[in-house]
């Protein structure tokens, strides 16, 4: 049996067993508080699984691998600013937005403003944010299907990757929060499982022993130690200052990405009470840590088995670094068969990664539109939850239409890199907002608009005009060059222009409402009022 029978096999297995689950929590579906927040029913132990299985995307197990397999110790910066991003979001934000909210992210900043222009303004940001995240997850499938089914052509891929919009819709339309919540939980323990036999078998075939290992890896890439040292990637001496300055970017963007992230934001509401949003952030923290070191195996035994030149033969971003590692160890220790059978494993673990991560985004995107959108500006709160689902179901067949498209777009790029900028989107628009709104008395509507407006526009502006979108061999558009912003990052610029919008925004505003301040800060802290709040 070929590994492309195997592994279509293996991923059809996990597509029917996912939907089964999808249609069994339709079942229990019963109002909003179902579709958006899985009845508050899950504990943290599931959540954390849960986050786990949102946060370790195509990004994390594909690109990440793939950038160390072929730049080295700076591929691994990714893996450390993806773990460390979690710290923020454990001290600065969990806990307190669990107390504080009911569904989304604009819940938050509309309660003590003004909030039609705030619930716009949130929308817009994480629908964005949803998107820039989502292209990164198309970008990873249309990849991953090219090195099983042998597809080359643009076409081929571009098909592969409406298949998965398509099966995403499926996810958040019929099952909501519970069905994606536990799609979630399976891809976690998969992915967990077939990372770590991966790298057991890397480090058994070196006698466990990791400086053979990164030996190996130094050799093969043709670089020598330059490859295990910093500026393989960024801050090389052609980059120069902008190099620096690139890597520093980046780091910041992803560090405060993370507690701006709108599909993250909203796993804090489907746990009861604000003990278990710490304990579902502390599981999901340490299957994360445990996940982000493997990858370090994961990515130099890419280079040390399987070589740049052929990860970058089959997909010039290395995106197939870690499905090519699996089949040469598996060749090496097993024989072709085995090299065959884990391939496909793997794969299909990548594919169970990539399907539950969009699900996730497009329930998030879809629920801020119908709930934020439209609910509360549109109709100025005059619906049931009932039309308020059904139009969250129905803004999520665009959402996937459009990210469909992008994705096909931007085929070529990495993927941990395309999320990297969805990071600096949250963390210069949203991440402002947020912790002006629960730290800062005198923040008010007007801040909370120019914080998300200014970061999120500057990040787009900047993005736009970097050498991500023209300008270079790798760029969206490599044959035009508009390019006049040096860094591949916006996060450097972005984010202090967030904050300072936010501030100057709230100063230039008289308006302040210390009572409605007092009110969320005793219910951030202690949680008293928030049962009360997730009624009405």
Not at 112 to 133: D, K, N, W
Not at 236 to 262: F, M, N
Not at 438 to 446: D, H, I, M
Not at 476 to 504: E, K, T
Request: charge should be positive; proline fraction near 2%.
């Amino acid at each position: 049996m070929s590994h492309q029978t195997l592994s279509t096999i293996l991923f059809l297995l996990f597509v029917a067993v996912t939907l089964g689950i999808t249609f069994k929590a339709s079942r229990s579906n019963k109002d909003a508080a179902d579709f958006y927040a899985g009845g508050r029913s899950f504990s943290g132990a599931q959540n954390g699984l849960a986050i786990g299985g949102d946060y370790m995307s195509a990004a994390s197990f594909l690109g990440i691998a793939g950038i160390i397999a072929l730049s080295g110790y700076d591929g691994f910066l990714y893996s450390i600013g993806f773990l460390v991003a979690w710290l923020v979001a454990l001290l600065l934000v969990a806990e307190l937005m669990r107390n504080s909210g009911k569904f989304t992210m604009a819940d938050v900043l509309a309660f003590r403003m003004s909030p039609r222009p705030v619930r716009t303004a949130a929308g817009v940001s994480t629908i964005v944010v949803s998107i820039f995240y989502l292209l990164a997850q198309m970008v990873g499938a249309g990849a991953l299907v090219g090195l099983l089914l042998g597809i080359t052509s643009p076409t081929g891929k571009a098909l592969t990757i409406v298949g998965v919009g398509l099966l995403m819709i499926v996810y958040v339309v019929v099952g909501g929060m519970k069905g994606t919540t536990w799609v979630q939980i399976v891809k976690a323990v998969l992915l967990m499982t077939g990372a770590t036999l991966i790298t057991l078998l890397v480090l058994g075939k070196y006698g466990f022993n990791l400086s053979a290992l990164l030996g190996d890896a130094a050799a093969q890439s043709g670089k020598g130690d330059a490859f295990l040292n910093s500026g393989g990637k960024y801050a090389t001496e052609a980059q120069g200052l902008a190099g620096k300055l690139d890597l520093i970017s980046l780091g910041l963007a992803l560090v405060l990405g993370t507690a701006g992230l709108p599909h993250i934001l909203i796993r804090f509401y489907t746990v009861p009470t604000a003990k278990e949003a710490r304990k579902s952030v502390l599981w999901g923290i340490g299957i994360i840590g445990v996940f982000y070191l493997l990858t370090l195996v994961l990515g130099f035994g890419a280079a040390a088995l399987v070589g740049g030149k052929a990860i970058v033969a089959q997909d010039k971003a290395g995106n197939t670094a870690a499905p090519m590692l699996a089949e040469a160890v598996g060749n090496a220790i097993f024989g072709e068969v085995g090299g065959t059978i884990l391939l496909a494993v793997i794969a299909a673990v990548a594919f169970a990664t990539i399907l539950a991560v969009v699900a996730g985004l497009t329930l998030a995107s879809s629920s801020s539109f119908a709930h934020d959108l439209y609910a509360h500006v549109f109709k100025r709160g005059n619906v049931t939850d009932k039309q308020e689902v059904l139009v969250a179901r129905i803004s999520a067949f665009v959402i996937g239409a459009v990210a469909i498209g992008l994705g096909i777009l931007a085929q070529g790029q990495n993927v941990a890199f395309l999320v990297a900028l969805a990071f600096a989107v949250a963390a210069s628009g949203n991440l402002p907002a947020i912790l002006y709104s629960l730290f800062w008395k005198r923040f008010n509507t007007a801040g909370a608009v120019s914080a998300i407006y200014g970061g999120l526009v500057s990040a787009l502006i900047l993005v736009v005009f970097s050498p991500v979108v023209s300008g270079s061999a790798t760029a969206l558009f490599p044959d035009a060059d508009f390019a006049w912003f040096p860094l591949s990052n916006p996060g450097l610029v972005s984010i202090p222009i967030g904050f300072l919008a936010g501030f100057v925004g709230a100063r230039l505003s008289k308006e302040y409402n210390p009572a409605k301040y007092a009110e969320i800060e005793v219910r951030s802290l202690t949680g008293i009022g928030a049962e009360k709040a997730t009624q009405h």
